[in-house]
Nanobody
């Protein structure tokens, strides 16, 4: 059974930065594209960043230029560096495989809460 563990969230002021990590186990990580998703209260889960197996990236318009996704296949870990954070970035952040590529998800982790507030 796939195991995804997100970490690195917290409370940060607007304009601040956070770095999230997602460690994967029981999963052929290097063979899959990965994505970061977020879900704000009362809203649907949305994809914010995607990285291919060879490191090509793309981002939602809402985070482009502020967030950077990366991966370390040796550590089975995907990262999300978040800069210039805004209150609207407040959400629970999750990693998973990109649904638009594979037509499915693997089992979700618990996510990590990011709160942007002064």
């Amino acid at each position: 059974q796939v195991h995804l563990v997100e970490s690195g969230g917290g409370l940060v002021q607007p304009g601040g930065s956070l770095s999230l990590s997602c460690a994967a186990s029981r999963f052929p990580f290097a063979m899959y594209d990965m994505a970061w998703y977020r879900q704000a209260p009362g809203k649907q889960r949305e994809s914010v960043a995607h990285i291919t197996t060879v490191g090509a990236t793309n981002y939602s318009d809402s985070v482009k230029g502020r967030f950077t996704i990366s991966r370390d296949n040796a550590k089975n870990t995907v990262y999300l560096q978040m800069n210039s954070l805004k209150p609207e970035d407040t959400a629970v952040y999750y990693c998973n495989i990109p649904f638009r590529i594979y037509g499915r998800y693997v089992e979700w982790g618990q996510g990590t809460q990011v709160t942007v507030s002064s």
